[in-house]
């Protein structure tokens, strides 16, 4: 018997194969990152097929890497040692609406689209729900440290969890926060001591299984409207943006992103291509706002003025033409984004503050000219506090692989330069973060203590 055998065999109830046709799909996630080569893929349905899975793959040194919708675009899922993909997917539940702590306790595999539509008879939503949140799933989100819709609001995925179930590497079952306490159940993170929830998000799985996720709730909001705002410089949109975060102005902002010249000049004019150049805003932010109608007319009156003295005008051409659509046709992003149906985009994000972001788009300039094979867009997510910011390289996969997933590297270096630090690490970001000694040093410490045997997502975060 193989050891691969000997770790998936006799799991009644999940859904296992090792045929190399059905393997196919679990060998790569949407990033440029090369596909690795799994030797079986596992699907439980109940808690207890992970943990029997986790204690045999210890045992026998199997490496296991861990999936969920595998829309990522760092490398996180892929299975570059070998071994098993635990196929989370199967773990769809959702465990308990609390509205009263208001807290949603739900299975890794459960959809964002899932949860959503269970949530909205309550009035109730949850606090981030990324762009590909269509077919990403919660517990993916939560080990690739998401952000999207909410994260003006509230930051990022990891600021709205309240707590987490874990399977570490031999099998054993943890709960964090409030719910570590004996029938305390999920209503508060920090407390009892450290706060070990962080340990497990935005690691894809170097450190433990999640096995459920509790989630603060919040209203969904009665009214909404989508603006833009156009600059004339990226400095003068740093300044405006900077007013927003300080000034707490983003409570009824819902989504807030910024667009670079290169990318309004090429929305604008597929639309209207008679528009002159040259009367485009050099920097574009849009706006989702949400919440009530009274509350957000208050608090855009109160931005469009910000944007006046900062220089800026309304975009209603840009709105109409690309962020009206970008908000509220989900199949508009794919479309955009390019990897979910050619996988021809290499995506590397970063964050940033805000205060940076002209050195930001420095380097995207650096890289258009310094390789023109590939063609390159970026845009950032404006958060609570900072930004995040993606760099796209649109490539031919058939024959630029190799050439984007260097290139790729390279903007990674120029960022670093650049002041900015590394975002959904995953593999894509392992080299540049093997380079800060203290940290690496400490994660690697971690590793061997709640992983002695390195089976689990080997090469994530340089380990």
Not at 65 to 92: C, E, F, K
Request: aromatic share 8%; with cysteine; net charge neutral.
């Amino acid at each position: 018997m193989t050891k691969i055998a000997d770790v998936v065999t006799g799991l009644a109830k999940a859904l296992v194969t090792e045929a190399p046709i059905d393997l196919l799909t679990y060998q790569r996630d949407c990033s440029v990152i090369r596909p690795g080569h799994a030797q079986a893929m596992v699907r439980p349905t109940r808690r207890d097929e992970v943990v029997t899975l986790m204690q045999r793959a210890e045992a026998a040194r199997v490496p296991v890497y861990v999936r969920g919708g595998g829309t990522m675009y760092a490398g996180g899922v892929n299975p570059q040692a070998g071994g098993v993909v635990l196929d989370l997917s199967g773990l769809d539940r959702i465990l308990e609406i609390d509205l009263a702590r208001g807290v949603v306790v739900v299975e890794p595999g459960v959809r964002f689209g899932a949860l959503t539509k269970a949530l909205r008879p309550h009035g109730m939503t949850i606090g981030i729900i990324p762009v590909t949140g269509p077919t990403a799933t919660i517990g993916g989100a939560a080990s690739a440290h998401a952000l999207g819709t909410g994260s003006a609001r509230h930051q990022s995925f990891a600021d709205e969890v309240v707590g987490l179930e874990v399977v570490l590497a031999g099998g054993r079952v943890i709960r964090t926060g409030s719910a570590a306490a004996p029938d305390a159940g999920f209503f508060q993170r920090y407390c009892i001591g450290p706060d070990l929830t962080g340990l497990f998000l935005g690691g894809d799985a170097t450190f433990g299984v999640i096995t459920a996720v509790a989630l603060w709730l919040h209203p969904v909001p009665a009214f909404r409207e989508t603006v833009c705002y156009g600059f004339p410089s990226p400095v003068a949109a740093s300044a405006f943006i900077t007013d927003l975060q300080t000034r707490e102005l983003t409570r009824n902002i819902w989504y807030g992103s910024g667009y670079e010249a290169p990318s309004i000049k090429a929305r604008v004019l597929a639309a209207y291509p008679a528009t002159d150049p040259a009367s485009l805003p050099r920097f574009c932010v849009g706006l989702d706002y949400g919440g009530d109608e009274h509350s957000v007319r208050h608090d855009q009156e109160t931005i469009d003025s910000l944007c006046r003295e900062h220089a800026g005008t309304l975009a209603p051409v840009f709105n109409e033409v690309y962020f009206r659509r970008l908000r509220n046709e989900d199949l508009y992003w794919y479309g955009f984004a390019g990897y979910f149906a050619r996988s021809r985009c290499a995506i590397l994000m970063t964050s940033l503050p805000t205060t940076r972001l002209s050195a930001f788009l420095g380097v995207i300039d650096q890289q258009r000219q310094a390789q023109a094979a590939f063609t390159w867009g970026g845009a950032v997510v404006i958060c609570k506090r900072g930004l995040h910011g993606g760099i796209m390289a649109f490539y031919d996969e058939a024959t630029q692989w190799a050439a984007a997933a260097s290139a790729a590297d390279t903007a990674a270096d120029a960022l670093i330069a650049a002041g900015c630090v590394p975002y959904k690490s995953g593999k894509i970001w392992a080299r540049q973060v093997q380079s800060f000694s203290a940290y690496h040093e400490i994660l690697n410490q971690l590793k061997t203590c709640l992983d002695p045997q390195g089976i689990l997502s080997s090469g994530n975060l340089g380990l």
